[in-house]
């Protein structure tokens, strides 16, 4: 991509109306990604803020001169001056001392070429690097930083315009180094007090959605820096496509028609939030809190501030949940008329509800989007904040709801971490050493030190209140979890009917173990940790968390007493391990257990043992047996030193029925390319919901959704396409089905397919437009004799067949042959030539094979190493009496010889054509697929070097080309234009004045011409005023041309008189022939 430089002192950014109709990319200003690279810039100023200014400090006026000029109303222009009022209005302490005496100027930057003339190479060619711009030699002692730049404030301007008649909605995508304020006129989008860096080029670190109103606007950026980077990118984005926003660019006011700015400071600063972030249940509201303080202490109380929320469309507002009332509600927009002092004490709250499960998700999410602005200002400014949540729809039976307090069906008590093993209220009778006790449990800090640990402890008086949260009734939890136990040692009970079950070896801790059951994974009370997080996802509304080495079992009989044993029918969860939430690393592997047991035994076809490392894990989904009384859940140490893993099955879930999908595909075989008709009729949901949606993966790669869709499979395999249904309650399930897709044999006229040798899967081929796609099986093509499909055709005499190999599918990847091959009839021991590429890891490798006699061992040559690439592997194969030469390209246009062979006594007439053989050694039916796209097949044509034509078609005529070398029509030398002494294949004044200047200036005039054969235009062996004069002669008089090889038309030729004296003028370099 080529960018349009500009000069002069009014510079614009972009082709303005032109522009708009000019692919994004070539819009002069931006970069092909949208990165504005053409500013306006101005400093540095020197500041105590240094790179992280809080929102008053950075917002503060650090340029204003005290007068008409401030950061609100500026519209500087290419070489305008500002003096700050230093210390006065100025909020900075005067000039960077890296200017010394120089006042800045607004200057025109280009991000590319920041110096303008190609002498600095910008490594971030999208990023305003102020380091660049001012140089090294900025004083770093302060904070002993050995960077260029320090306590430095920077600003740039571009200004642009919206065409159109209503405001454009935006994304503004930036990376900064350090902190950065951007304005819309004197509309502030976005202010981050920060100290990074900004990454590499096209790092996007923060992107702020904006709405431009129609018109020219200024676009304001100011950056802070402690040392170090100093700098900024930035590009305007469709929101949804991410396409370049279509606005024009300019580094003139006047020229785009800015108009004059009105101050629009912040004042105030909203942020909102929305809790839970994660919820269980439809019918659950989630609450929005919008507090605000005031940025500008100016601000009078009774200010009015207009506020605006947009719920998600996923999200319905709770009527009479806001508090205050709103103004107004339309649609999914809640809007509050009122004043700063009530925003800034009281602020606002309201609730809203998800809506039923959408199509492709087992859970809603959505966010609340919130703006605005206050009476008198021209600004609407965004409220802050990640006011998001998710909802879990699933009609089920919550695990880690019940362990913390919860009835199951909800989400549990706040805060409330779980059944924990050490606890005296829970587990009366169990003693617990202090050295074993690793939660610094305070309920019992006396425990005599010689009691041993009991493995299993039955769940059967537990308080009617947990006891670390008085008023959370721990009911349900007493009636349905069966028991708690510690792993001392590999074999243990793990239900109160006294079934063992034998963990593995490493397990146990006999000397104790992190002896807690979290409930809510996304807090351990224990530790205090939160934002624990399985398999790196997260957040999660609850589940059940289980430190090594331990477990946890509930009472199914029971569970199904209470809620119904129809609604006892599958468990789902995340099973996975995290590291305490603290970004814990090498804490070894853990093992995690899903036990399903009776009165009597462990149901050992139905336990799930898996081992992970830290932040691993997987979903698991399966069928509760109904034999089952018990289910437990176990985590062990895998053999690791004590830490602070453990094993979390998140959201944990005991639900009814899944949804019974039915998956049918007509036709399910047939050749490619193979149109498929899927339907999911007939797939069925559980009771009391319906089926919302039918998602397919067709197992290409591709997906579709509806009842009925429709596909085309354009290549040859065996796919697995995959139906999931989902209700409007956002239960899934998949099924899967099998689509067989064969090759298309089709007439390969006027060629002859034939599979030579018996392969165990027939071949075949097909043409479409110049290529031939060759289907073939084979043991190989070596050794005696060969197993390979050949589509071939006879040809007679000297020829040539010349392809590229645009495609090719090997199994297995790592071995098969394909090329051209010239062949002796189609015994399976006939001799051959075969020019040929062969799979491998590292692609396709050029090779050379023959056979010189029927029933002789096959000679393969595999040097040089030539790999190609399917796209770009030409190969050749030419016949020339007795010699069979093979060829590579990558353009079909520079052919490189690989190899030749002598094969003597073959006949006139071989069969030529492609060979390709899957080399299936086993006779397992393994198969190539490679497409041909023919170049020439023929006779070979007779190069001439003397005719002009360009014979063999290769783009090269007569002694230019390789083909010609050596012929006696062709003697060696450069080739050149004779009297084209400056070599830019014209015949013009400046090469007579530069033969002038060699004979009469010297080499300090001009310099010596590279080629002085090009130089004696007369051909008389000297280079002299002759030669001069026989040019301008030519150009002025009419006289007659330079001696041949003459300027163009004329070909190029070489030199072939002898020079004056014997001794050859010589010509260094003559790049244009």
């Not at 900075?92 to 607004?106: E, K, N, Q, R």
């Not at 009617?464 to 792993?487: K, R």
């Not at 398999?535 to 059940?544: K, N, S």
Request: glycine letters at 12%; a negative charge; hydrophobic letters at 35%.
């Amino acid at each position: 991509m080529q960018f349009q430089r500009h000069f002069g002192s009014l510079v614009s950014c972009s082709l303005f109306a032109a522009a708009l109709s000019m692919p994004a990319g070539l819009r002069a200003g931006v970069d092909e990604s949208g990165f504005i690279v053409d500013w306006l810039v101005w400093g540095p100023l020197a500041t105590t803020a240094g790179c992280c200014p809080d929102g008053l400090t950075g917002r503060l006026d650090y340029l204003s001169d005290g007068g008409s000029i401030t950061e609100s109303n500026i519209l500087p222009k290419d070489q305008d001056e500002v003096l700050p009022d230093f210390n006065g209005a100025a909020a900075s302490t005067g000039f960077h001392t890296i200017l010394g005496d120089v006042i800045p100027v607004w200057s025109v930057h280009n991000t590319i070429d920041p110096a303008g003339d190609g002498t600095i190479i910008n490594v971030n060619p999208d990023t305003v690097d102020f380091n660049l711009i001012y140089g090294p030699g900025f004083d770093s002692a302060n904070q002993g930083c050995p960077a260029p730049v320090e306590n430095a404030v920077g600003y740039a301007v571009c200004y642009i315009k919206n065409s159109a008649a209503t405001g454009l909605k935006a994304m503004i995508e930036l990376g900064s180094d350090d902190s950065i304020q951007v304005k819309i006129d004197d509309c502030e989008a976005f202010y981050m007090s920060v100290g990074r860096g900004f990454g590499g080029p096209g790092a996007v670190q923060n992107r702020i959605p904006v709405t431009i109103p129609p018109g020219s606007h200024r676009l304001f950026v100011k950056v802070f820096n402690g040392c170090g980077g100093f700098g900024f990118r930035l590009r305007f984005v469709d929101p949804v496509t991410s396409a370049q926003s279509p606005l024009e660019y300019g580094l003139d006011p006047v020229a785009l028609a800015v108009p004059e700015l009105s101050s629009g400071a912040v004042q105030l600063d909203l942020v909102h939030t929305a809790t839970p972030d994660r919820l269980l249940g439809l019918e659950n509201p989630v609450t929005v809190s919008i507090t605000g303080t005031k940025v500008d202490p100016g601000l009078s109380d009774d200010a009015e501030v207009t506020v605006t929320e947009t719920l998600a469309a996923s999200m319905a507002y709770e009527a009479g949940s806001a508090v205050p009332a709103p103004t107004s509600v339309s649609g999914q927009s809640l809007t509050w008329k009122l004043t700063a002092g009530a925003l800034t004490t009281t602020g606002i709250t309201f609730s809203f509800k998800f809506l039923e499960a959408g199509c492709g998700t087992e859970t809603l999410s959505g966010c609340v989007a919130g703006e605005y602005s206050v009476t008198g200002s021209p600004c609407t400014y965004a409220v802050t904040g990640k006011a998001c949540s998710v909802a879990v729809p699933l009609n089920a039976i919550f695990l880690g709801s019940i362990i913390g307090g919860g009835d199951g069906t909800g989400p549990k008590a706040e805060g409330i971490g779980g059944v924990r093993l050490d606890m005296d209220s829970f587990l009366s009778d169990l003693q617990i050493p202090p050295e074993n006790n690793r939660s610094n449990d305070a309920d019992n800090p006396d425990t005599p030190e010689d009691e041993s640990l009991i493995p299993f402890q039955p769940i059967t008086d537990l308080a009617a209140e947990h006891p670390d949260a008085p008023g959370v009734d721990m009911t349900v939890a007493t009636e349905l979890i069966d028991g708690t136990f510690f792993m001392p040692a590999q074999i243990v009970e793990i239900n109160s009917a006294g079934v063992q079950f034998e963990f593995a070896a490493d397990d146990p801790q006999p000397d104790g173990s992190w002896n807690h059951i979290l409930s809510n994974i996304t807090h351990d009370i224990d530790k205090g940790v939160g934002n624990i997080r399985v398999a790196g996802r997260e957040p999660f509304a609850t589940g059940v968390g289980v430190h090594a080495s331990a477990g946890v079992t509930f009472d199914l009989n029971a569970i199904r007493a209470k809620f119904g044993a129809a609604k006892v029918k599958y468990l789902s969860t995340l099973a996975g391990v995290d590291g305490c939430g603290a970004g814990d690393v090498n804490c070894g592997l853990v093992n995690l257990y899903i036990i399903y047991s009776n009165e009597d035994e462990v149901l050992v076809d139905f336990t799930y043992a898996k081992q992970f490392d830290t932040d691993q894990g997987e979903d698991y989904l399966a069928e509760i047996p109904a034999e089952a009384a018990f289910l437990t859940f176990a985590t062990g140490r895998a053999g690791t030193s004590d830490c602070c893993d453990h094993g979390v099955f998140a959201e944990a879930r005991i639900f009814a029925d899944l949804p019974v999908p039915k998956l049918t595909a007509t036709p399910d075989v047939g050749p490619a390319p193979l149109v498929v008709n899927f339907s999911a009729a007939g797939s069925t949901a559980p009771a009391g919901e319906t089926l919302s949606c039918y998602l397919w993966d067709f197992g290409d790669g591709t997906t579709g959704s509806g009842l009925e869709v429709s596909h085309t499979y354009a290549t040859r395999g065996v796919y697995t396409p995959k139906l999931t249904v989902q209700t409007n309650k956002g239960l899934q399930a998949s099924t899967k089905g099998t689509v067989t897709v064969n090759f298309r044999c089709d007439s390969v006229a006027p060629y002859t397919s034939t599979d030579i040798g018996s392969p165990a899967k027939a071949g075949c081929g097909n043409i479409q437009d110049n290529c031939i796609t060759v289907f073939g099986s084979g043991k190989d093509i070596g050794s005696t004799s060969d197993g390979f499909q050949f589509v071939h055709k006879e040809q007679t005499g000297d020829a040539t067949v010349s392809a590229n190999i645009t495609r090719a599918i090997f199994e297995p990847v790592t071995k098969g042959r394909a090329g051209i091959m010239m062949r002796d009839g189609t015994a399976a021991d006939a001799p051959f030539a075969y020019m040929q590429v062969t799979a491998g890891l590292g692609g396709l490798k050029a090779t050379y094979s023959s056979r010189a006699t029927t029933g002789a061992t096959v000679v393969n040559k595999t040097t040089p190493n030539v790999q190609l690439a399917a796209g770009s592997a030409y190969l050749r194969l030419e016949r020339k009496g007795d010699e069979f030469i093979g060829s590579t390209s990558t353009d079909g246009s520079t052919w490189t010889e690989f190899h030749r062979v002598t094969l003597a006594g073959l006949p006139a007439s071989l069969r030529a054509g492609f060979a390709v053989t899957s080399r299936d050694s086993l006779n397992e039916g393994k198969a190539a697929e490679v497409t041909f796209c023919i170049e020439s097949v023929g006779p070979t044509t007779e190069i001439s070097c003397t005719n002009g034509t360009d014979d063999d078609g290769d783009g090269a005529v007569d002694c230019l080309d390789s083909d010609c070398a050596g012929n006696v029509a062709c003697p060696t030398g450069k080739q050149i234009h004779r009297g084209d002494t400056d070599q830019n294949n014209l015949l013009q004044l400046t090469d007579a004045i530069q033969i002038l200047g060699y004979l009469f200036l010297g080499t300090p005039g001009l310099k010596v011409p590279d080629c002085l054969d090009a130089a004696d235009a007369d051909d008389n062996g000297k280079v002299e005023l002759t030669d001069a004069v026989r040019i301008l002669a030519f150009l002025f008089l009419g006289g007659p041309p330079p001696a041949s090889p003459g300027p163009p038309p004329e070909a190029c030729g070489t030199d072939t008189t002898d020079d004056a004296g014997g001794v050859d003028l010589g010509c260094l370099s003559y790049p244009n022939c």
